[in-house]
């Protein structure tokens, strides 16, 4: 245990406060710093990313850092085989940029793939996209970067070689998948299933395949996984395995550098991810539609209040779903949503049949995201006052379940992420297109600077988990502690017309409360006990303080951890 002993006493050397707070489920908190922080998916990850700002690295040299160690300590999550989405806030200029860096579809020919089973876009070769991670961040490095980057690399080439510390929810997140594990793909299982076996809580896994893989990008960039060995492997798996990627898809891959879509609200500039992602199409425009709510003065799970959030909810997300993907017009499609005549309709309908509960649009059963993706999510700031706030994926944990030989590398299933009946829709399979995701890491600006930023994981539940968070803490003034610690929901839109949508809640959401919205139409399902971290993911967020002091904010229902200084 000595590497959860060193980061222990890493974060002991920190000034570690809990606010004065109301009882809530889920006890998180802070960390304190002022000269940097990270807070990322796991421990040693964190500790990765420290180090670096600690040795003199800015917050994208840092970013490179947690984001692979992230890779190793976290497979099912996240890593080289999987995408990202990067708010980078760059203190010298005082703009917000992204990178974004997700998945691509190969040299795919559609017909034949769509007389494919179904079951090929989610697991094997044929679920697999171009991976966007790595191209992202060498792009933020040469553009951003302070350090050598093969300085950068190297910690989460350490990890990969002597082996992540397996933390108890770790295991969870493995036994969940112990199925696709043991599936039939050879490098998967030898990685981890050590001895045909779940790994033990406590046990270092070593992935000496990955470490190669990483100092290959260490020493050639971007080339060292998209050209050379890494990509001829990757290449020559997929086509022996049925999948779509080729070299030339690999090779010609590039991540974009862009600007992220925002809004204002009660005084506060929101800034989150453009599209092909569409969590920001969702919970942005609900946040404009209940800009002059008061909810009573709170608290916001009050059954009144979250049925009107309910009623925003249920028009909004139909229309991200329809409207965002990888197309032309997607970013001009968001500012339809959000602009002031669009947000009157949506208050006017939403509210319109009080108290009956109207007809809720369907969703195609396409849209619907796994409850498990795999996803996780960082943030680092640095000394300086510049901020990362990074969200990456594998779509499901574990992704397609496959790893090419040789490589240590987990890839997506990303094609599970596209529409396959409408081909008027944005997010329609192509050759090349970047399937959507909801993915929302998130900043939070007053007066131009960045007050907040955080994301988190959970595929549908992303953007849900954001409005409550930030309803809580920017409307109602919570401690942002109690606004990630408390009884999480989500609303469930139908499918189909046979369905009821609900209203879905940790097992802490008060009987009382309960009863209130089934009166008011709404069917309940409590999925799991608070603090669980399976269906809601594990929000981590920073606040920069007018005092120049940062807090850190790591939710436990994850292996998330906070370390500043």
């Not at 070689?161 to 108890?168: D, E, I, M, N, S």
């Not at 050590?194 to 470490?211: H, K, Q, T, V, Y």
């Not at 030339?248 to 879509?261: C, I």
Request: net charge neutral; charged share 20%; aromatic share 6%.
């Amino acid at each position: 245990m000595n590497t959860l002993r060193r980061f222990t006493s890493l974060v002991g050397l920190c000034l570690a406060v809990t606010v004065a707070a109301q009882p809530v489920p889920v006890a998180v908190a802070p960390v304190m710093g002022r000269q940097g922080m990270v807070v990322a998916g796991h421990p040693q990850a964190a500790e990765a990313g420290l180090a670096v700002l600690k040795a003199g690295g800015n917050a994208i040299d840092a970013a490179v850092a947690t984001s692979l160690a992230l890779g190793v300590a976290e497979p099912y999550a996240s890593g080289l085989g999987g995408k990202l989405m990067l708010l980078y806030y760059d203190a010298a200029s005082g703009r917000t940029f992204v990178v974004e860096a997700m998945d691509a579809a190969g040299s795919v020919e559609v017909p034949a793939y769509l007389q494919r089973p179904e079951e090929d876009r989610s697991y094997g070769y044929g679920a697999v996209c171009v991976p966007g991670l790595a191209a992202g961040l060498w792009t933020a490095h040469q553009k951003w970067g302070g350090r050598p980057w093969a300085e950068d690399v190297q910690p989460a080439m350490a990890l990969a070689q002597a082996g992540f510390r397996v933390l108890p929810k770790s295991r969870d997140l493995f036994e969940e998948q112990n199925k696709k594990l043991h599936r039939g793909d050879a490098e998967i299982a030898r990685l981890y299933l050590p001895a045909g076996r779940l790994p033990e809580i406590g046990s270092l896994l070593p992935n000496p395949d990955l470490a190669r893989t990483l100092a290959l990008l260490a020493q050639h960039g971007r080339d060292g996984f998209y050209r050379g060995p890494v990509a001829d492997a990757l290449a020559a798996a997929a086509a022996q395995g049925g999948g779509s990627i080729t070299r030339d898809d690999l090779a010609n891959y590039e991540a974009h550098v862009t600007e992220p879509v925002g809004i204002d609200f009660h005084g506060y500039r929101i800034e989150s991810a453009p599209p092909p992602a569409n969590g920001a199409a969702m919970f942005l425009p609900a946040l404009k539609a209940l800009e002059d709510e008061s909810f009573g003065g709170g608290p916001l799970r009050r059954a009144a209040n979250l049925d009107r959030l309910g009623r925003v909810w249920r028009l909004v997300e139909p229309e991200a779903y329809r409207l965002i993907g990888d197309a032309p017009e997607a970013r001009f499609n968001f500012e339809r949503l959000v602009a002031p005549e669009a947000i009157r309709a949506l208050r006017a309908k939403a509210f319109a049949d009080a108290p009956a509960l109207p007809a809720a649009a369907m969703l195609d059963e396409s849209d619907a995201e796994s409850a498990v993706a795999a996803t996780t999510h960082f943030i680092v700031v640095d000394g300086r006052g510049n901020v990362v706030c990074a969200t990456q994926s594998l779509s499901v944990h574990f992704g397609a379940g496959v790893v090419p030989p040789g490589t240590g590398v987990v890839l997506n299933n990303s094609m599970s992420n596209f529409e396959y009946r409408d081909n008027k829709n944005p997010n329609y399979l192509a050759a090349g297109r970047r399937p959507r995701s909801t993915v929302s890491p998130t900043i939070v600006l007053h007066g131009g600077k960045p007050v907040l930023a955080l994301g988190i994981p959970g595929a549908a539940r992303i953007p849900t988990s954001l409005l409550q968070v930030l309803l809580d803490r920017l409307v109602l003034g919570r401690p942002l502690a109690e606004a990630i610690g408390d009884t999480r929901f989500h609303f469930m839109i139908p499918w189909k017309k046979a369905d009821r949508e609900a209203f879905e809640a940790e097992q802490s959401l008060p009987a009382e409360t309960a009863a209130a919205l089934r009166a008011l139409g709404w069917k309940i399902e409590l999925s799991e006990p608070a603090g669980r971290g399976r269906r809601f993911g594990g929000i981590n967020a920073v606040e920069l303080n007018p005092d120049g002091t940062l807090a850190g904010y790591a939710d436990p229902r994850r292996t998330n951890a906070a370390a500043g200084f």
